[in-house]
């Protein structure tokens, strides 16, 4: 297996975006479409100091992404505000082919997530079924990094229902549960952290 990780840049976006499509079919950020995820993933790319994506590549394809905000507290508007007229033209075709994605959108951007934990957070990790032990590597990679720039520990969120397998692997590689919450969408989530 000729892995190769390296920082995201634009010409991975849109291989980020087609993984992150195949492998979220039914989670929110994949109602909005592609043009917001392309928006959504660019900005991490902007946002230099405060966020980053990890790919991994195999002969030159895009075959695993995390994506990871420095400072997690605020992230989606961090995120917006790092495109602002990018983001109103995509927010503006969400609001008239998907008003209720739009609201729910509206309401990630103003109220965030619950029980957030201050400090790094990933967003986002997808991969290729076609590479065994990927997700873990990636995993690694990602909290290397994380290290690197003076952080001790990094957290997530994760679906809780209907979710073992997730749950399960992020457990194995030594993620704790926090604690769990409910989305104004009634999704129930689970938070985990890792000391690194």
């Keep these: 297996m000729n892995l190769e990780f390296t920082k995201a840049s634009e010409d ?13 079919t039914n989670f929110f950020l994949s109602t909005l479409g ?9 900005a991490f790319l902007l946002m230099k100091d405060d966020a980053i994506i990890i790919v991994a590549k195999q002969e030159g394809k ?6 990871v905000m420095f400072e997690s507290i605020g992230a989606m508007k961090k995120i917006v505000a790092s495109s602002p007229l990018t983001f109103s033209f995509v927010f503006l ?13 509206v309401n990630r951007v ?7 934990i201050a400090g790094p957070e990933l967003l986002s990790i997808a991969t290729s079924e076609q590479v065994r032990g990927l997700g873990s590597n990636l995993l690694k990679q990602t909290e290397e990094i994380v290290a690197s720039k003076g952080y001790n520990n990094i ?22 549960e ?5 989305t104004n969408a009634n999704r129930v989530m689970i938070r985990f952290n890792k000391k690194i």
Excluded at 12 to 24: C, E, M, Q, Y
Excluded at 93 to 105: D, E, H, S, V, Y
Excluded at 110 to 116: E, V
């Design 93 to 105: 075709k969400i609001a008239l082919g998907n008003p209720k994605g739009f609201l729910g959108l």
């Design 155 to 176: 957290s997530l969120t994760t679906d809780f229902e209907d979710n073992a397998r997730a749950i399960r692997f992020y457990e194995k590689n030594g993620y704790e």
């Design 34 to 42: 592609p043009s917001f995820l392309k928006a959504y993933y660019k």
């Design 12 to 24: 991975d976006i849109a291989g980020i975006v087609d993984l992150h499509l195949l492998k979220f």
């Design 110 to 116: 103003l109220n965030g997530k619950g029980l957030q």
């Design 62 to 67: 895009v075959v695993g992404f995390a994506a």
């Design 178 to 182: 926090v604690g769990k919450f409910e």
